[in-house]
């Protein structure tokens, strides 16, 4: 097997020391930029590489960032780790994904792994962790959550504004004339705040109206929801969901029954996920900006690896996106003609 090149190989190679090779390649200042060019033209011409472990061992680093997804599945989640992967790819750093399936025992083994592994700093995005957990992790790495801000010392946290974002989606609907707007919400005994931060959007919104709410629990991401709302008695005119894949999927469900939308039904999700921008399903939803957010979560990561105090929160705002699942509301249902 072919030996590989040393620093000492390319000390030899450009006539310098040891020394000087190892102080050029690791960027210190005081080396002149002639010697530096010197060296690193004889690194490639040998085929040298940086041993980056050792370099971080060196340093006290290891150069890797964790990143816990609560679901890998979700493609919000997804979006907003590929910009956290981006922005740490530009910093030189190296990202490591893992994904808690919505399962609070396997996060916490994920963040453990990481922990294990000496990851540099860690993001968690939307945690199913508690405050406590949370603030227990924020003491042995620099720590940054996405997703709604709990009690949690030693932590920073980025968020978007759901009540915000959900009370204007349901404004949108009301502007639109619907008065008989139902809520498509999470599977009952769900306790997320962000999640119930967007309910209370909507209920915000609906009373302020005069209006009575409508939501409806036990939400399956196969469409069940949407025959729970044409089981009612009186079936809205228009839905909020609390995700685009919830939305999407009552679409689907509202279609086979032969529901059109928009005309008989306007649908909004949230998310703005790259699924809601389709031509088949062209959503009406509410953009967490997720370049943004997961470009915000690093920078605030960065700053704590360099030594800044924990404890900030960035609040973002959201902003609704109009596409063609929504529309005025129909008129008066006509009723059938019996056929002779």
Do not use: C, W
């Not at 700053?303 to 109009?322: H, N, S």
Request: charged share 20%; proline share 6%; no cysteine.
């Amino acid at each position: 097997m072919r030996r590989l090149p040393t620093q000492a190989d390319v000390a030899a190679r450009a006539g310098v020391s040891r020394a000087l090779v190892s102080m050029a390649l690791s960027g210190r200042p005081e080396v002149a930029e002639s010697t530096r060019e010197l060296i690193l033209q004889a690194s490639l011409d040998i085929g040298y590489r940086v041993n980056a472990p050792a370099a971080n061992l060196a340093r006290r680093r290891t150069g890797l960032v964790g990143v816990v997804l609560q679901d890998v599945a979700n493609p919000f989640f997804s979006e907003v780790a590929a910009h956290l992967q981006d922005a740490a790819a530009a910093a030189g750093l190296t990202t490591l994904l893992n994904d808690g399936r919505r399962d609070p025992t396997r996060e916490a083994h994920a963040v453990e792994m990481f922990l294990q592994l000496r990851v540099d700093g860690l993001v968690i995005v939307s945690p199913l962790q508690a405050s406590a957990a949370l603030a227990a992790i924020g003491r042995q790495v620099p720590t940054v959550v996405v997703g709604f801000p709990v009690p949690a010392v030693g932590v920073d946290f980025v968020h978007n504004d759901s009540a915000a974002g959900a009370r204007r989606a349901t404004e949108h609907l009301l502007a639109l004339g619907h008065r008989d707007i139902a809520y498509l919400d999470v599977a009952a005994g769900v306790s997320e705040p962000l999640l119930l931060d967007r309910r209370a959007g909507y209920l915000t919104a609906m009373d302020a109206a005069g209006l009575g709410a409508r939501v409806v629990a036990d939400v399956a991401a196969d469409g069940d929801s949407a025959a729970l709302i044409l089981a009612l008695a009186h079936r809205p005119t228009a839905l909020l969901a609390h995700n685009d894949v919830t939305a999407i999927a009552a679409m689907g469900a509202l279609s086979r029954a032969g529901i059109d939308i928009p005309g008989e039904m306007s649908v909004v999700g949230y998310d703005n996920t790259r699924l809601a921008a389709m031509p088949q399903f062209d959503l009406t939803t509410v953009d967490q900006p997720r370049a943004r957010t997961g470009g915000t979560a690093f920078a605030l990561l960065t700053e704590r690896m360099q030594g800044r105090e924990p404890g900030r929160t960035v609040r973002l705002d959201p902003d609704l996106v109009v596409r063609g699942s929504t529309a005025p509301r129909p008129g008066p249902r006509k009723a059938r003609t019996p056929t002779p």
